[in-house]
């Protein structure tokens, strides 16, 4: 059976367009490798040496070893011995000295009605005033705490009281013991009281002022 011209025809068509659109093979394309001759070479810049100012730089920094002097003065005035045993003389003779003690009272003596004994505690405070070339004076300040006394014969009840300040002298060549009799209030049983002296204080006290005993004694 003949061929239908149109089909060949339509045929012929599609060959010629398979022949127009031919497929396209993939390409290798070679891999170029760069030389070192190849590479560009970049000119170096020449700086003027004037463009960028130097920077001193000190390859030691100075340390100062040298330690600056110090005025000391030549002389240096040192009291002498004599002087300083004078200065301290002075300012111990400056300051008072003070010493207090309670003494026990037990004795009998006589009073203005009789015998009286008479029992307690006598207060005795010591304050010494040095002079600067030694001696002073010392006050003595004698007070009675709790201190009574019964009549011989007959057993009355007397009580003995009161306070008293005396000033005495004391030596700069050597110890002196000086003696106080205190002036006292002796109460009775009954009428008015009258003052007595029935105590005697004792004190000893160096040239310095130093206070060395205190005592008390009745009679």
Do not use: E, W
Not at 68 to 86: C, D, E, Q, R, Y
């Amino acid at each position: 059976m003949p061929r239908n011209p149109l089909h060949l025809a339509g045929n012929a068509c599609l060959l010629t367009a398979a022949a127009l659109n031919p497929a396209v093979a993939a390409v290798a394309v070679p891999a170029v490798a760069a030389s070192a001759a190849s590479a560009v070479a970049v000119p170096a810049v020449a700086v003027p040496a004037g463009a960028v100012p130097a920077i001193a730089v000190p390859a030691t920094a100075a340390v100062p070893t040298a330690v600056p002097a110090m005025a000391v003065p030549a002389f240096v005035a040192v009291p002498s011995a004599a002087a300083s045993a004078g200065t301290v003389r002075a300012a111990d003779a400056a300051l008072p000295r003070v010493r207090s003690v309670s003494l026990p009272v037990d004795g009998s003596f006589t009073g203005p009605n009789g015998t009286v004994h008479v029992k307690g505690t006598l207060d005795v405070t010591v304050v010494t005033l040095p002079g600067a070339a030694g001696g002073g004076t010392a006050q003595v300040i004698s007070s009675l705490d709790d201190t009574t006394g019964a009549g011989v014969p007959g057993g009355k009840t007397y009580y003995l009281v009161g306070a008293h300040r005396d000033t005495a002298p004391f030596s700069a060549a050597a110890t002196t013991t000086f003696h106080i009799r205190p002036a006292l209030l002796l109460v009775p049983p009954s009428g008015a009281p009258g003052r007595v002296q029935p105590l005697t204080v004792s004190v000893t006290v160096t040239s310095t002022g130093v206070i060395d005993t205190v005592t008390a004694a009745v009679g």
